[in-house]
């Protein structure tokens, strides 16, 4: 059974044989939707050293007719990932997809009036199924069911499929909330107990803006979501947010009773300085957590699709001790592989997957081929230090060219390759993203591992000097280490440095010592 387990305060997912890490890459919306469009594109994932394909499930090709379900396509996906050892996660395009409902099926879209729309402040119907329609909920929760029993009879025993992503950045757009009949009437009632129950019991814990809204109110625990949470934009996407967890939290209810597999929902990150509506409101995004959590208990955690620049800032949002981090969506570039060795070093994601992995260039593709060619030798090392403070990763750019940690004994100064003065890219006002991870084998030896930086060390003490004893590169094979060049001369700058070329792709286990 795949499940996520917590090791060391850490999440880890499971299978029924080993400890998996994802180094993934999702589709493109449409690709999975042509199985001859599919087979050109098999290939090159192996070619970059994916384990894992994200790959959409569309509502409206498995239920062409209601209550008709035709599996053929899905059952085509699932048997060339087994053809080229690919595992998949399923990303479950229902109700929602990217806040729009594109992909329900034929027979919803025509008839509004038993599966009705989202409404603007004008009364103007949306292309957004409205999260207030128990016909909307229980029909997407049945199709759904249908997909996860259907998958436990075709692959409990393989496990191809490792866990379901259920809809697809649901969100509101244009506005913070739904203005449908339903949506105002719930707007008007009393806030469910279940949310002021929760928010009673996290208070000191919770989202410090969620805490600054309901304490305008004085922290009322009874009243309508304006009078607990304000009349402004900010309230009704708290509103929003309760709707949709619950909607989201009944199909993947339904959907575990045929086959529990971990299931999680995204979020497209909001953009700072504007208000709600004026970015998609109301999904998983960090401020509205608590709501989250509240709303759809049988979600295994929420994932963030990370478009924006500031990558360190989105994981530590999402890396907390109930919410493991997963990114499901980043940005295809040369940086790509740069960022899945940091967030699996640094915040020991359970993933990484950029966004449309069949459309990498030549440079991304050698790029993340290498950092997860380094990840897949590195995978039983990094699954058995995650949690235990032995293992870290750091990230440098033109913005951050440097970086300085404690390791061991010692304290390590990291810079990027580019920087060191015999570099001929020294010159260069523009520094590429490099990364790097170390795990600590004793207080004094460490695996360092990635591209494009150097190391110099120092004890941690008064009076002492750090040495170099030896640099020794290699690999891992099944999880044992086999050396290869000793590194103690040019390559180490004589015993100064630990350095990893850029444009390489390398591991190296160094010895250090102290004196005097």
């Known amino acids: 059974m795949i499940q996520l387990k917590n090791n060391n305060g850490i999440f880890q997912l499971h299978n029924s044989k080993k400890s998996f890490l994802i180094l993934g890459g999702e589709l493109h919306n449409s690709s999975a939707s042509n199985p001859e469009y599919m087979e050109r594109i098999w290939p090159r994932l192996k070619e970059m050293n994916l384990n894992t394909l994200l790959v959409p499930v569309y509502w409206e090709i498995l239920e062409p007719e209601q209550g008709k379900f035709d599996f053929s396509l899905f059952d085509t996906v699932l048997e060339n990932a087994r053809r080229y050892t690919i595992n998949l996660v399923l990303l479950w395009f229902g109700s929602w997809k990217n806040s729009m409902s594109c992909y329900a099926p034929a027979w919803i879209k025509e008839n509004q009036e038993t599966y009705p729309r989202a409404r603007r402040k004008n009364g103007v119907p949306m292309e957004i199924l409205s999260a207030f329609s128990q016909k909307n909920r229980e029909t997407d929760a049945r199709a759904f069911a249908a997909l996860m029993h259907h998958l436990y009879t075709v692959d409990h025993r393989e496990e191809t499929v490792l866990m379901v992503q259920v809809e697809n950045e649901i969100a509101m757009v244009e506005q913070a909330r739904d203005y449908s009949s339903a949506a105002n009437k719930a707007y008007r009632d009393q806030v469910p107990q279940e949310v002021m129950e929760y928010l009673n019991h996290r208070r000191k814990t919770l989202h410090p803006g969620l805490v600054q809204l309901w304490a305008v109110s004085g922290r009322r625990t009874s009243g309508s979501w304006e009078e607990i949470f304000g009349p402004g934009p900010e309230g009704e ?53 608590d709501i989250w959590r509240a709303g ?200 100064r440095h630990l350095h990893l070329e850029s444009g390489t792709f390398g591991i190296q286990r160094i010895k250090l010592y102290i004196y005097k």
């Open 296 to 495: 759809a208990p049988d979600l295994d955690f929420f994932a963030p699709d990370i478009y924006f620049p500031d990558f360190f800032a989105w994981c530590e949002k999402y890396h907390t001790d109930e919410n493991p981090l997963f990114i499901p969506e980043a940005t295809l570039d040369p940086a790509s592989g740069v960022n899945a060795l940091y967030s699996i070093g640094k915040h020991s994601a359970l993933g990484f997957s950029p966004f449309a992995i069949e459309s990498a260039d030549t440079e991304t593709t050698a790029q993340l081929a290498g950092y997860y060619e380094i990840l897949h030798q590195l995978t039983p090392l990094i699954l058995a230090n995650q949690g235990t403070g032995r293992m870290t990763a750091f990230r440098l750019d033109t913005d951050t060219p440097t970086t300085v940690f404690p390791a061991g004994d010692f304290i390590c100064r990291c810079g990027h390759a580019y920087t060191l003065p015999w570099s001929p890219f020294k010159d260069n006002t523009r520094l590429p993203p490099a990364s790097a991870l170390l795990i600590a084998l004793s207080s004094r030896e460490f695996i360092v591992a990635g591209s494009g930086v150097y190391i110099t060390f120092e004890s941690r003490h008064k009076g002492e000097q750090a040495g170099i004893l030896s640099i020794e590169e290699g690999k891992f094979r099944d999880g044992h280490w086999t050396g290869g060049r000793r590194m103690n001369g040019d390559e180490s700058h004589q015993g």
């Open 237 to 289: 996407e708290i509103f929003t947010a309760w709707y949709f967890a619950r909607y989201v939290n009944s199909v993947a209810q339904a959907g575990k009773k045929e086959y529990p597999l971990p299931m999680f929902t995204n979020a497209a990150l909001n953009r700072p300085g504007l208000k709600p509506g004026e970015y998609p409101s109301g999904g998983p995004l960090p401020h509205l957590l």
